[in-house]
């Protein structure tokens, strides 16, 4: 694992040799992407002036929830009992409804003109209804040091590295201020491998990463060739500045 820190001209390289404890699934701590919120007590999901839900936590029919935070200027969803954050976007479609969907291009919610919302997801791929169920958590990120990231940055080697049965190296270059980001595109790309390696059909392409490269040197990106996964990040986006998780697979997979 490399660690590159630049400040300034200067630039300050951590090395971190600890192939043994990455490698080692018994010892590897599957640390969960720090989450950071403020309770907007005693408030309902109000509706926006541009008519989409507002910030709160919604839940379908078939019992999953997700909080969605519409308090900047791109609308953020969170599943329950998952790290990631995916920024939606809205695509206005006939009859005054309006779709929200990932990077990926995939339909994640759909909203009628009335606020009626319907979600989408693999196992309801036709939608199901969604209502809300009052206030949530805004979905602010993390705030890093640069030795938290480095010990971040090995757990979630370990993680990669467990699920596909070798070891997965991390390198992260980055300026100081991007470590937030940084830190959610590993995060995001370990999670969409981990995913991977669970789909009968994409477990072969998930095996097949051996190397994952953060930086934000150039335009934001993913790419994969010959074993490295490259993610070029945005550090001023915060969630947007970083691919998801779906479009990762997706390139990794050859899709994209």
């Known amino acids: 694992m490399i660690l590159g820190m630049r400040t300034g001209k200067a630039t300050l390289r ?8 990455v490698v080692s699934t018994s010892a590897v701590v599957d640390t969960a992407q720090a ?11 109000s509706r926006s002036r541009d008519s989409l839900p507002g910030t709160g936590r919604y839940v379908s029919e078939t019992g999953q929830s997700f909080v969605l935070d ?15 954050v995916w920024v939606l976007r809205p695509q206005p479609v006939p009859r005054g409804d309006v779709i ?9 919610l759909r909203v009628t003109p009335d606020g009626n919302m319907t979600l989408y997801t693999a196992s309801a791929p036709q939608g199901v209804p969604v209502s809300a169920q009052g206030s949530a958590a805004r979905l602010l990120p993390p ?17 990669a590295s467990s699920a596909v049965g070798r070891l997965v190296i991390i390198d992260v270059e980055i300026g100081e201020g991007g470590e937030a980001v940084a830190a959610d595109a590993v ?27 953060v ?3 150039g335009r934001p990106r993913v790419t994969f060739a010959r074993g490295v996964l490259t993610i070029g990040i945005d550090p001023t986006a915060g969630y947007a500045g970083r691919p998801s998780s779906a479009r990762i697979a997706r390139v990794v997979s050859g899709v994209e």
């Open 14 to 21: 951590l090395l971190a040799a600890m192939a043994v404890a």
């Open 35 to 45: 989450q950071t919120g403020v309770i907007l007590r005693g408030e309902a999901p």
């Open 70 to 84: 519409r308090s900047g200027p791109r609308t953020l969803m969170r599943f329950e009992r998952s790290n990631e």
């Open 100 to 108: 929200l969907r990932n990077d990926a291009g995939d339909q994640v």
């Open 143 to 159: 705030t890093l040091t640069a030795v938290q990231l480095a010990n971040f940055i090995i757990h979630q080697s370990g993680r």
């Open 187 to 213: 995060a995001t790309a370990v999670e969409a491998v981990v995913r991977m390696t669970r789909s009968a059909g994409l477990r072969q392409d998930a095996a097949r990463v051996r190397r994952i490269v």
């Open 215 to 217: 930086t934000d040197q």
